[in-house]
């Protein structure tokens, strides 16, 4: 199997669980949230598995089940322990996840997995090239800012505002 993404650009997706991922885990821990920082603690390790070598395979897979598995339960189950006004927040930035994991897939496919002979808004990139390069930098920092940072930051900081100023 190929590497999807180089070492040297997968790794800051890796620090990035470091500084989101491992983080929520305490939060949520601390807060009484103890399923999902059971969840939270499985996406660190499925994280690191996942982007210390990037490829489709089963440990992809198995970090994009436990993702979803993490976001469905903070969507569904503990926003409600937020206060409502960051229920209504939380779903927002469920919206702004999805379409930019959506986008940001899109781009990455076009550009990296599928080439294409006729011409096209987003084109294919060679492999060992800047371009390739540049596209591949593109995807794991879109990826880190809405997919990893976004809904940590934003979850775990509607944990403290709603549980420490009651």
Wanted: include cysteine; charge should be positive; proline fraction near 4%.
């Amino acid at each position: 199997m190929n590497e999807l993404v180089p070492q040297h650009i997968s790794k800051y997706a890796c620090y990035s669980a470091c500084f989101c991922v491992l983080p929520n885990c305490i939060i949520t821990y601390m807060f009484g949230y103890k399923v999902m920082s059971m969840i939270f603690g499985l996406l660190y390790v499925t994280t690191i598995l996942h982007w210390r070598k990037v490829q489709d395979g089963l440990i992809k897979k198995i970090d994009i089940g436990v993702a979803l598995l993490a976001m469905y339960r903070l969507t569904c189950v503990e926003r409600f322990r937020l206060k409502p006004v960051y229920q209504t927040y939380w779903l927002f930035i469920v919206g702004i996840m999805v379409i930019a994991f959506i986008i940001n897939e899109y781009i990455f496919n076009m550009q990296v997995k599928f080439p294409c002979k006729t011409k096209r808004i987003i084109n294919y990139t060679l492999p060992d090239t800047k371009e390739r390069e540049s596209a591949c930098y593109n995807s794991v920092i879109r990826h880190v800012c809405f997919i990893h940072l976004l809904p940590t930051i934003t979850f775990g900081s509607f944990i403290l505002l709603s549980e420490l100023y009651e």
